[in-house]
């Protein structure tokens, strides 16, 4: 009886545990791997494989919420330079968000707050632009992420937009 027991115990955490990862974007970098690799498609028209350029990833958001202008994704950067865009003023708290750099192994090379460059309290798109700093020690791949100011604290309400580029 204590077996069945413990079974069903088991069964319902490992349920539990499979709906837990479904049910938010994970995304855990590969050791090694650039994320600005070029991957191909086939190309259904001549069997030839079709470069695809790097692309900005969305969490839990989409470019109603953020844009970024610069960088653009697979851009080569040097080791200080300028990230802006716009963002709806739900992204920001306190006029501000959070914005890292991540390296190609999932090491954070910088953390810095943006500043919204205008009135921060609406519903439309508010302008930021800021400046940022990497270690000049490091080169190679690495990740942009912009999150929202989420407050809260709560996993539903973390947005975030993930941008590849090479720090040169």
Do not use: C, K
């Amino acid at each position: 009886m204590q077996f069945i027991i413990v079974l069903i115990v088991a069964i319902v955490a490992f349920a539990g545990g499979v709906w837990y990862a479904n049910e938010y974007d994970f995304e855990l970098p590969i050791v090694g791997t650039p994320q600005t690799t070029l991957t191909t498609t086939p190309n259904t028209n001549t069997g030839t494989n079709t470069p695809q350029a790097p692309r900005a990833t969305y969490h839990n958001a989409d470019a109603n919420l953020i844009v970024v202008s610069t960088p653009q994704p697979g851009a080569t950067v040097p080791n200080t330079f300028t990230v802006s865009g716009q963002a709806r003023g739900n992204w920001y708290f306190e006029a501000n968000f959070p914005i890292e750099v991540v390296s190609a192994t999932g090491t954070r090379l910088v953390q810095s707050p943006v500043q919204a460059q205008g009135e921060w309290m609406t519903t439309e798109f508010v302008p930021f632009s800021v400046q940022i700093t990497v270690p000049a020690n490091y080169q190679g791949p690495a990740t942009l992420i912009l999150h929202n100011d989420n407050a809260s604290g709560l996993p539903e309400n973390a947005r975030s937009i993930s941008i590849p580029i090479v720090i040169q």
